[in-house]
């Protein structure tokens, strides 16, 4: 799948339309701090009145397309989001498109939108754009998710922390089972062979990262699997999710969580890594939705110690949401470094919307909204006292 032959021109920045803002959005912004038209970097700079009434008509959609097609800028991005949702104005603009949140949340009411029928879907809209835009943004060890900065200044550093991170939380030995449910393009399952001697199974729905895992880890003890976690059979002393856990859904958490107790020795441990969202949320947003993850949605804390409750035992909840700013900030520049030969394949609406991706959601986590979570747990047969690290 390849971002190409936009229809939509990118607006000249020198073409600026001054029809003034509705009262409605020019409140709005007045209360985050932003200016329309000003001199402040997380100012919006409106390049066609066009935006307003995609704004008032499709809320955060509208505002996010809008962007792809060049008719608002800001400096900023980042602190434009950070703005924003830092007073949760997000909801009220969501509430602007009263239908689509009708129609979301029917839709998350009457149907599964992560049902097995439709798991691979993100893997072929997503994942599988191309090797290419990841590896460019990305750090060596191509790892998609959170890096961890508490002892790093660059984010190879801090991926490789992150990875070994886990490692010593699960309290791998040599020898023992590694589940890995989204294995990604096999950057924790070569540490954890590698530096820790265990033997790794791994599950994609992306055919390019399931190619590219299967290349990097050729030589180790490792088995990488195209397939849904549903269908995951066998006994493992540990299992580990990193990032997957966002594209499972509410309606399927009962059995994602069962899944792995049912695959789990009585002793082992199972560590999570997932966003968080700071509420418990019916719809996730559509401009994310649309573009970026299809049929994601983020747990809140309230939904994950519901369905854990009985099924595990926590051992253990570290939060480092901020961390993922700083993680989005450096995918960002490196992005932005790489667009002189990625534009060959990539058309400027494809840098935008990527531009627009990575940026709003660094103001996401920079506004606490967004959380980053590592849950370990355990079945209530662990006889083992378990010692947190960090």
Not at 188 to 196: E, G, V
């Amino acid at each position: 799948m390849h971002y190409n032959h936009s229809t939509t021109p990118i607006h000249s920045p020198s073409i600026l339309h001054h029809t003034e803002p509705p009262r409605a959005i020019g409140l709005l912004l007045e209360e985050a701090g932003i200016r329309i038209n000003g001199d402040a970097p997380w100012d919006m700079r409106v390049l066609d009145s066009a935006v307003y009434r995609r704004i008032l008509l499709h809320g955060s959609l509208g505002l996010g397309e809008a962007y792809m097609d060049g008719l608002w800028e800001a400096d900023r991005l980042d602190e434009f989001f950070y703005r924003l949702l830092r007073r949760d104005l997000n909801e009220k603009i969501h509430g602007w498109d009263r239908w689509y949140l009708l129609g979301a949340f029917l839709h998350q009411l009457l149907f599964n939108p992560q049902s097995r029928e439709r798991a691979f879907q993100v893997g072929e809209r997503h994942y599988d754009i191309g090797n290419d835009v990841f590896e460019a943004m990305l750090d060596p060890t191509m790892s998609y998710s959170c890096a961890y900065w508490a002892k790093a200044d660059n984010l190879a550093d801090a991926q490789r922390h992150k990875l070994e991170l886990i490692c010593r939380k699960l309290a791998l030995r040599p020898g023992e089972r590694l589940l890995d449910i989204g294995c990604g393009w096999g950057g924790l399952a070569h540490h954890a062979a590698t530096h820790h001697g265990v033997n790794v199974v791994g599950i994609t729905v992306s055919r390019q990262q399931l190619d590219h895992a299967r290349r990097r880890c050729a030589d180790l003890p490792v088995q990488i699997e195209f397939q849904d976690y549903r269908k995951l059979e066998g006994s493992f002393d540990k299992v580990v999710s990193v990032g997957m856990f966002e594209h499972v859904g509410p309606k399927n958490y009962p059995v994602y969580f069962d899944t792995i107790h049912r695959v789990l020795t009585d002793q082992g441990l199972f560590l999570l890594h997932t966003i968080g969202d700071h509420a418990t949320a019916s719809t996730t947003d559509p401009w994310i939705e649309k573009y970026i993850f299809p049929n994601g949605k983020l747990p809140s804390a309230r939904q994950l110690t519901d369905v854990l409750e009985r099924r595990f035992v926590i051992e253990d909840w570290h939060n480092f949401g901020p961390d993922y700013d700083r993680t989005l900030m450096a995918w960002w520049a490196n992005f932005d470094a790489s667009w002189p030969r990625l534009r060959n394949r990539y058309d400027s609406r494809f840098y935008r919307l990527w531009k627009y991706y990575l940026l709003s959601c660094a103001g996401f986590f920079r506004a606490r909204q967004g959380q980053l979570w590592q849950l370990v747990l355990s079945k209530r047969q662990r006889s083992s006292v378990y010692r947190s690290v960090r």
